[in-house]
């Protein structure tokens, strides 16, 4: 079972529609976890950071986060072409102290169409 | 936000020549910094952790005498990609964190094309 799972798509949504994407994870241990968007050939971005249980919102993206369910969302409102790409979401794994490494999600493509 | 810049952003060599790729964090300092390789299409795959004073980590199956990494001040890490062949042809990406949450930032890559 990989650590971090994420649907890998494509998500296709209209221009304008809320693009929801979607992670789970199987290690209970993990404390932060982060959303980061990847455009064709280059590097990821982060774009969001979530540490505790419920919703966090910035701008058009809300991130949610529920422990117990070890789930984690992003959700894009007002979806524009220029949101398409991967997004790729990652977690701290067990016992994760200071600048420990990611784990990865094998990322999800979005395409919003016009 | 916290920067990071890579150099050179893209570089081709010969079989057998020896490449160094610099990452840096621009305005914070990062304690530890990572590397990654991802090939078309595929995940990032991390190769080594770097904290800045000490030896590297590498993941398993990352040979650590072909890929060295010096990560000699808190703003500043290298790899050096040596005797390269085409199939060390990639994306590397290095990320340097410094937050007690464990944010990386990405550094925007280096494109190796070894001929």
């Known amino acids: 079972q990989k650590e971090v799972e994420q649907n890998s798509g494509p998500l296709s949504v209209p221009e304008g529609a809320i693009a929801s994407l979607n992670c789970t994870y199987s290690?209970?241990?993990?404390?932060?976890f982060f959303w980061y968007r990847q455009y064709s050939g280059k590097s990821p971005e982060l774009i969001m950071s979530?540490?505790?249980?419920g919703d966090k919102e910035d701008g058009r993206f809300t991130a949610q986060l529920n422990k117990a369910s070890q789930y984690v969302s992003l959700l894009i409102r007002d979806s524009q072409p220029s949101d398409s790409a991967t997004y790729l979401c990652?977690?701290?794994?067990?016992?994760?102290?200071?600048?420990?490494?990611?784990?990865f999600g094998t990322g999800t493509r979005l395409q919003v169409t016009l | 936000g916290a920067v990071v810049s890579q150099h050179p952003s893209r570089v081709i060599c010969k079989s057998g020549t020896s490449v160094k790729i610099e990452c840096r964090s621009l305005?914070?300092?990062?304690?530890?910094m990572f590397w990654y390789r991802q090939f078309p299409k595929q995940s990032l795959m991390l190769m080594a952790t770097?904290?800045?004073?000490?030896?590297?980590?590498?993941e398993q199956g990352v040979e650590k005498d072909k890929f060295l990494i010096n990560h000699a001040s808190l703003t500043l890490s290298t790899l050096t990609v040596t005797s390269a062949h085409p199939e060390d042809s990639s994306f590397y990406i290095c990320?340097?964190?410094?937050?007690?949450?464990?944010?990386?930032?990405f550094g925007p890559g280096t494109r190796l094309t070894v001929l």
């Open positions: 990320s340097a964190s410094a937050q007690k949450h464990n944010e990386q930032f």
């Open positions: 290690d209970r241990g993990s404390q932060s």
């Open positions: 979530i540490y505790s249980n």
């Open positions: 990652a977690g701290t794994p067990l016992g994760g102290g200071t600048a420990s490494k990611l784990t």
């Open positions: 305005d914070f300092q990062a304690t530890t």
């Open positions: 770097s904290n800045e004073g000490s030896k590297a980590t590498y």
